[in-house]
């Protein structure tokens, strides 16, 4: 080795330690993980509203499942975007997706009716194949995946709005909550989890109950446990799998990992199915809770899924990121949107606090990953 | 050589792109426990040539035969199935991931099954410091990203990776041009070894000295061309340097350099 010899390299070469290799500290190391700017921005926001919303019911066990189920919808995109930008691409169309997989539960149901299960599977096969066909003009024409999807964000937002129009006359589809009662697919898109040992936990005085004596919270909505699903789900296969791997090198340099043996295509274009994929959870959840859709639904919700992603420490150039980073993104955004309206804040700043503190941490993110560089 | 058909051969392969005509008619064998050096100039075509034996590219006319049958790779994962490894020029590396995951790249080691399959990270990260030990490189931490690396530490991963999963043919373009002398003269013996466990090996250089030692055959390549192969029993170490860069060129600078040095010396002895 030609190391040039440093003072505290005292031991010869052939001992144990590596005279190299400085001991890190813990948190030295934590510091190198993409998550770590967000999970210091949660804290951040956590302790803000802690202080600035206590005693307005924010933090009341049912006003903290009603942030967690913001942040949950957003989460669950959150996560298949944070895959996809690891992957190096993009998805514009998620929102529109959203409106259309609404749509294309609701009109089947209430104006053919269908079993809910069927339009269910049928809103999820659509899905895959815009996914397919989303990855598949990415990896064709090689044109950005920003420009391909942004034409897909119009393409479905135009779709669910046309076939509602042809078929019912109306842009909102109501009446769906009759179809779900007693359907084996509906079921794990609505209602809650748990809400036996939530009753437990008020009788035994654990949680608090409500004037007719039934517990404040009645049980986890079925979305939050979709998002933590998700999320231990996108983790396991970022962290360890080999296509997780795959997704790192598709999105750190896609030449190089197909000169390696990547199958870089099919790792893209099974991203793409699976933000679509999760955008119809989205819609599912969403369709179920209210019992209505609605073509409108969903707008916005690809760059608010990107924002999470983003506070989340991924980088915008692919091959960096992390989903749990994405679903602490997603917890920041539901506990700011939340928070404001606790406080009382006129909601309309919601949009300019959501714009800063996308640059705060993405100028955060950019300054810990020089950080984490050195520090390796 | 004793076997009777070569283990990897080309057979008036040409590859367009467009209409630059990257490699015109070439044709080459390689037999197993054989070193073939591809010699040429910038932009002669050896990289190319090689990125069609390793998948990157196809043929645009010609074929391929691997242990005497044709093959036809559709990515470059098809040829690393095949047994054929191949330290690309620009190494092939992701800076962002670590040289663990580098090393294992579409070829991840997995324990369990079903849901719970998953890779092997501890044996992975064995496997990495250990055959990277070999080369000479002491790997402090085989997390490290590979983007903080030096050069030659990098095209020493790129290597070790080659070396670790090349089952039948071993290719290397300019393996050894950022390394210092330690790591090239290991470099050196992993061809030989290489060779001596009977694969085939392509060896892409500029340094005659890297090439000499080590080749079994020379292949040249000009504007495209192939100008012949030559057996090392046919050919000099000067012949070699020769047909490399051009020797003349090489004398002439020789003399330029002599002049630049007396001149120096009449500067300083005025001085
Ligand atoms: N994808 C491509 N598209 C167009 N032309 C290409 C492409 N790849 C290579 N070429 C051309 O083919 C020729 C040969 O390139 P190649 O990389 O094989 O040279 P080389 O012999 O490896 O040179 P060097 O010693 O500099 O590495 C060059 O003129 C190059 O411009
Ligand atoms: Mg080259």
């Known amino acids: 080795m030609n190391s040039t010899p440093s003072p505290e390299a005292n031991n010869p070469a052939g001992g144990q330690q590596d005279e190299r290799l400085r001991k890190l500290p813990f948190w030295k190391r934590a510091l190198s993980r993409p998550e770590f700017g967000a999970l210091a921005g949660t804290i951040l926001v956590l302790a803000f509203f802690l202080v600035v919303a206590s005693g307005t019911g924010m933090f009341t066990p049912s006003g903290i499942v009603v942030f967690l189920e913001v942040a949950a919808q957003l989460g669950i995109i959150a996560t298949a975007a944070a895959l996809l930008m690891i992957g190096g691409e993009f998805d514009l169309s998620i929102g529109s997706m959203i409106g259309l997989a609404g749509v294309l539960i609701a009109i089947p149901v209430v104006q053919y009716g269908w079993p809910m299960w069927m339009a269910i599977l049928l809103a999820f096969s659509c899905a895959g194949l815009v996914g397919w066909a989303n990855g598949y003009l990415v990896n064709r024409t090689g044109l950005p995946s920003f420009i391909v999807t942004l034409a897909f964000l119009f393409i479905l937002r135009g779709l669910a709005i046309g076939i509602s129009r042809l078929l019912t006359g109306r842009t909102q589809i109501g009446g769906v909550q009759d179809h779900i009662p007693g359907d084996w697919l509906a079921s794990l898109f609505s209602g809650e989890v748990g809400t036996g040992l939530f009753n437990w936990m008020a009788s035994h005085g654990w949680i608090g109950t409500n004037f007719a004596g039934n517990p404040a919270v009645t049980g986890i909505p079925v979305s939050i446990v979709w998002w933590l699903g998700l999320t231990a789900l996108a983790t396991w296969i970022l962290l360890f799998t080999p296509y997780g791997n795959w997704i790192f090198a598709s999105g750190g340099d896609a030449n190089a990992a197909r000169n390696s043996g990547v199958p870089v295509r099919r790792v893209k274009v099974s991203l793409f199915m699976f933000t679509a994929l999760s955008a119809t959870v989205f819609a599912c959840l969403q369709v179920m809770d209210t019992g209505s859709a609605d073509t409108l639904r969903g707008m916005l919700k690809e760059l608010e899924a990107i924002i999470a992603v983003v506070i989340g420490g991924a980088l915008l150039t692919g091959g960096y990121g992390s989903a749990i980073g994405a679903a602490l993104g997603a917890l920041i955004f539901g506990m700011v949107q939340m928070g404001i309206f606790y406080t009382g804040v006129n909601t309309d700043w919601f949009k300019v606090f959501l714009g800063v503190m996308l640059l705060v941490a993405v100028l955060f993110n950019n300054f810990m990953r020089k950080k984490a560089l050195e520090a390796k | ?271």
Not at chain 2, 28 to 55: P, Y
Not at chain 2, 75 to 86: E, R
Not at chain 2, 179 to 195: D, F, P, T
């Open chain 2, 1 to 271: 050589m004793t076997e009777h058909k070569p283990m990897i051969e080309m057979c008036n392969v040409s590859k367009h792109f467009g209409s630059v005509i990257a490699l015109s008619d070439i044709s080459l064998k390689v037999h197993s426990g054989e070193v073939m050096c591809l010699l040429g100039d910038n932009g002669a075509g050896k990289s190319t040539l090689i990125k069609t034996l390793s998948g990157v590219h196809k043929p645009t006319h010609g074929e391929m035969l691997l242990d005497g049958k044709p093959v036809r790779f559709k990515s470059p994962a098809y040829a690393l199935d095949a047994g054929i490894a191949t330290v690309f020029q620009d190494l092939a590396m992701i800076p962002l991931m670590s040289i663990t995951r580098n090393f294992f790249m579409g070829r991840e080691p997995t324990v369990g099954w079903g849901p719970m399959k998953r890779i092997d990270w501890k044996y992975a990260d064995r496997i990495a410091k250990q055959e990277m030990a070999k080369i000479g490189i002491d790997v402090r931490d085989p997390g490290q990203a590979v983007g903080t690396l030096s050069g030659g530490e990098r095209q020493c991963v790129a290597i070790a990776r080659a070396v670790y999963f090349g089952a039948k043919v071993l290719i290397l373009d300019e393996p050894t041009s950022a390394l210092g002398v330690k790591q090239a003269s290991v470099v050196l013996r992993y061809i030989a070894k290489a060779r001596a466990d009977g694969l085939a090996v392509i060896f892409i250089t500029h340094n005659v000295h890297h090439a000499y030692p080590v080749a079994n055959a020379f292949t040249l390549l000009k504007r495209g061309g192939s100008l012949g192969s030559f057996r090392k029993e046919e050919i000099t170490r000067e012949e070699v340097l020769n047909m490399m860069a051009g020797g003349a060129e090489l004398e002439s600078l020789d003399a330029e350099l002599a002049e630049f040095q007396r001149s120096d010396q009449q500067q300083s002895q005025v001085a």
